[in-house]
C-alpha cells in the first residue's frame, strides 16, 4: 500500500514565552550539574585526618561502649558525624539490651574487629563479624544482644547530631 506524500513542511513560527520564563537548557538536566548544584548548598568540607591513639577513646552516649571520633563533624560542617566503637567487655545483656533507634538520615555500621550479634526491627537477629558491613534505614527500631570482648565498629552516621530514643527492652 502505498503511503500518502507528507505535506511540505513550512518554516515554524518561533514561540513566544510569558515575561520571566526562559527555556530550561539541556546543561540543567546533567545529573553531574545537579549534584554541583546541590553541593554549593552543603558546607564546605575541610581536610582532617585522625591517627589512632588509645587516648582519643571516651565514654560517650553508652557506658558500655567507648567512642574515637573522627573528626568529620567538624570537617563536614555537622553533616557526617564517623567514629569508632569499642565496646566494653564483658557484655552485659541487662545493660546493653535496650530497644532504641537513632533520629537520622543515614547510618551505616562497619565492623573492625570481633562481632557484635544485633537484632533490627522486621530484619531479625544477626551475627556481624570482622568485615561486615550494614545499613541500618533512619529510625528503625534495634538493639544490641550480645558482643565479643575485642568488638569494634566503624559508624557513620548523618547528620552528625542526631536523637537516639529509648523504647525500653
Not at 136 to 141: H, L, S, V
Request: a positive charge.
Amino acid at each position: 500500500m502505498a503511503r500518502p506524500k507528507a505535506k511540505a513542511k513550512t518554516a515554524a513560527k518561533p514561540r513566544t514565552r510569558p515575561a520571566g520564563k526562559r527555556r530550561a537548557s539541556s546543561r540543567a538536566k546533567s545529573p553531574a550539574r545537579a549534584a554541583r548544584t546541590r553541593a554549593k548548598a552543603r558546607p564546605k568540607h575541610a581536610f582532617t585526618v585522625s591517627h589512632h591513639r588509645e587516648d582519643d577513646f571516651q565514654t560517650g552516649l553508652r557506658r558500655y561502649a567507648q567512642y574515637r571520633d573522627l573528626g568529620m563533624n567538624r570537617a563536614t560542617g555537622g553533616m557526617v558525624q564517623a567514629h569508632v566503637i569499642r565496646f566494653v567487655s564483658p557484655c552485659r545483656p541487662e545493660e546493653v539490651s535496650k530497644r532504641h533507634y537513632h533520629d537520622v538520615d543515614f547510618q551505616m555500621v562497619y565492623v573492625l574487629k570481633g562481632w557484635i550479634k544485633t537484632e533490627l526491627a522486621g530484619q531479625g537477629a544477626h551475627v556481624m563479624r570482622a568485615g561486615s558491613c550494614w545499613i541500618q534505614p533512619p529510625r528503625i527500631e534495634h538493639v544490641v544482644l550480645d558482643y565479643s570482648d575485642d568488638c569494634e565498629v566503624l559508624e557513620i552516621v548523618l547528620p552528625a547530631d542526631f536523637d537516639t530514643v529509648e523504647l525500653g527492652s
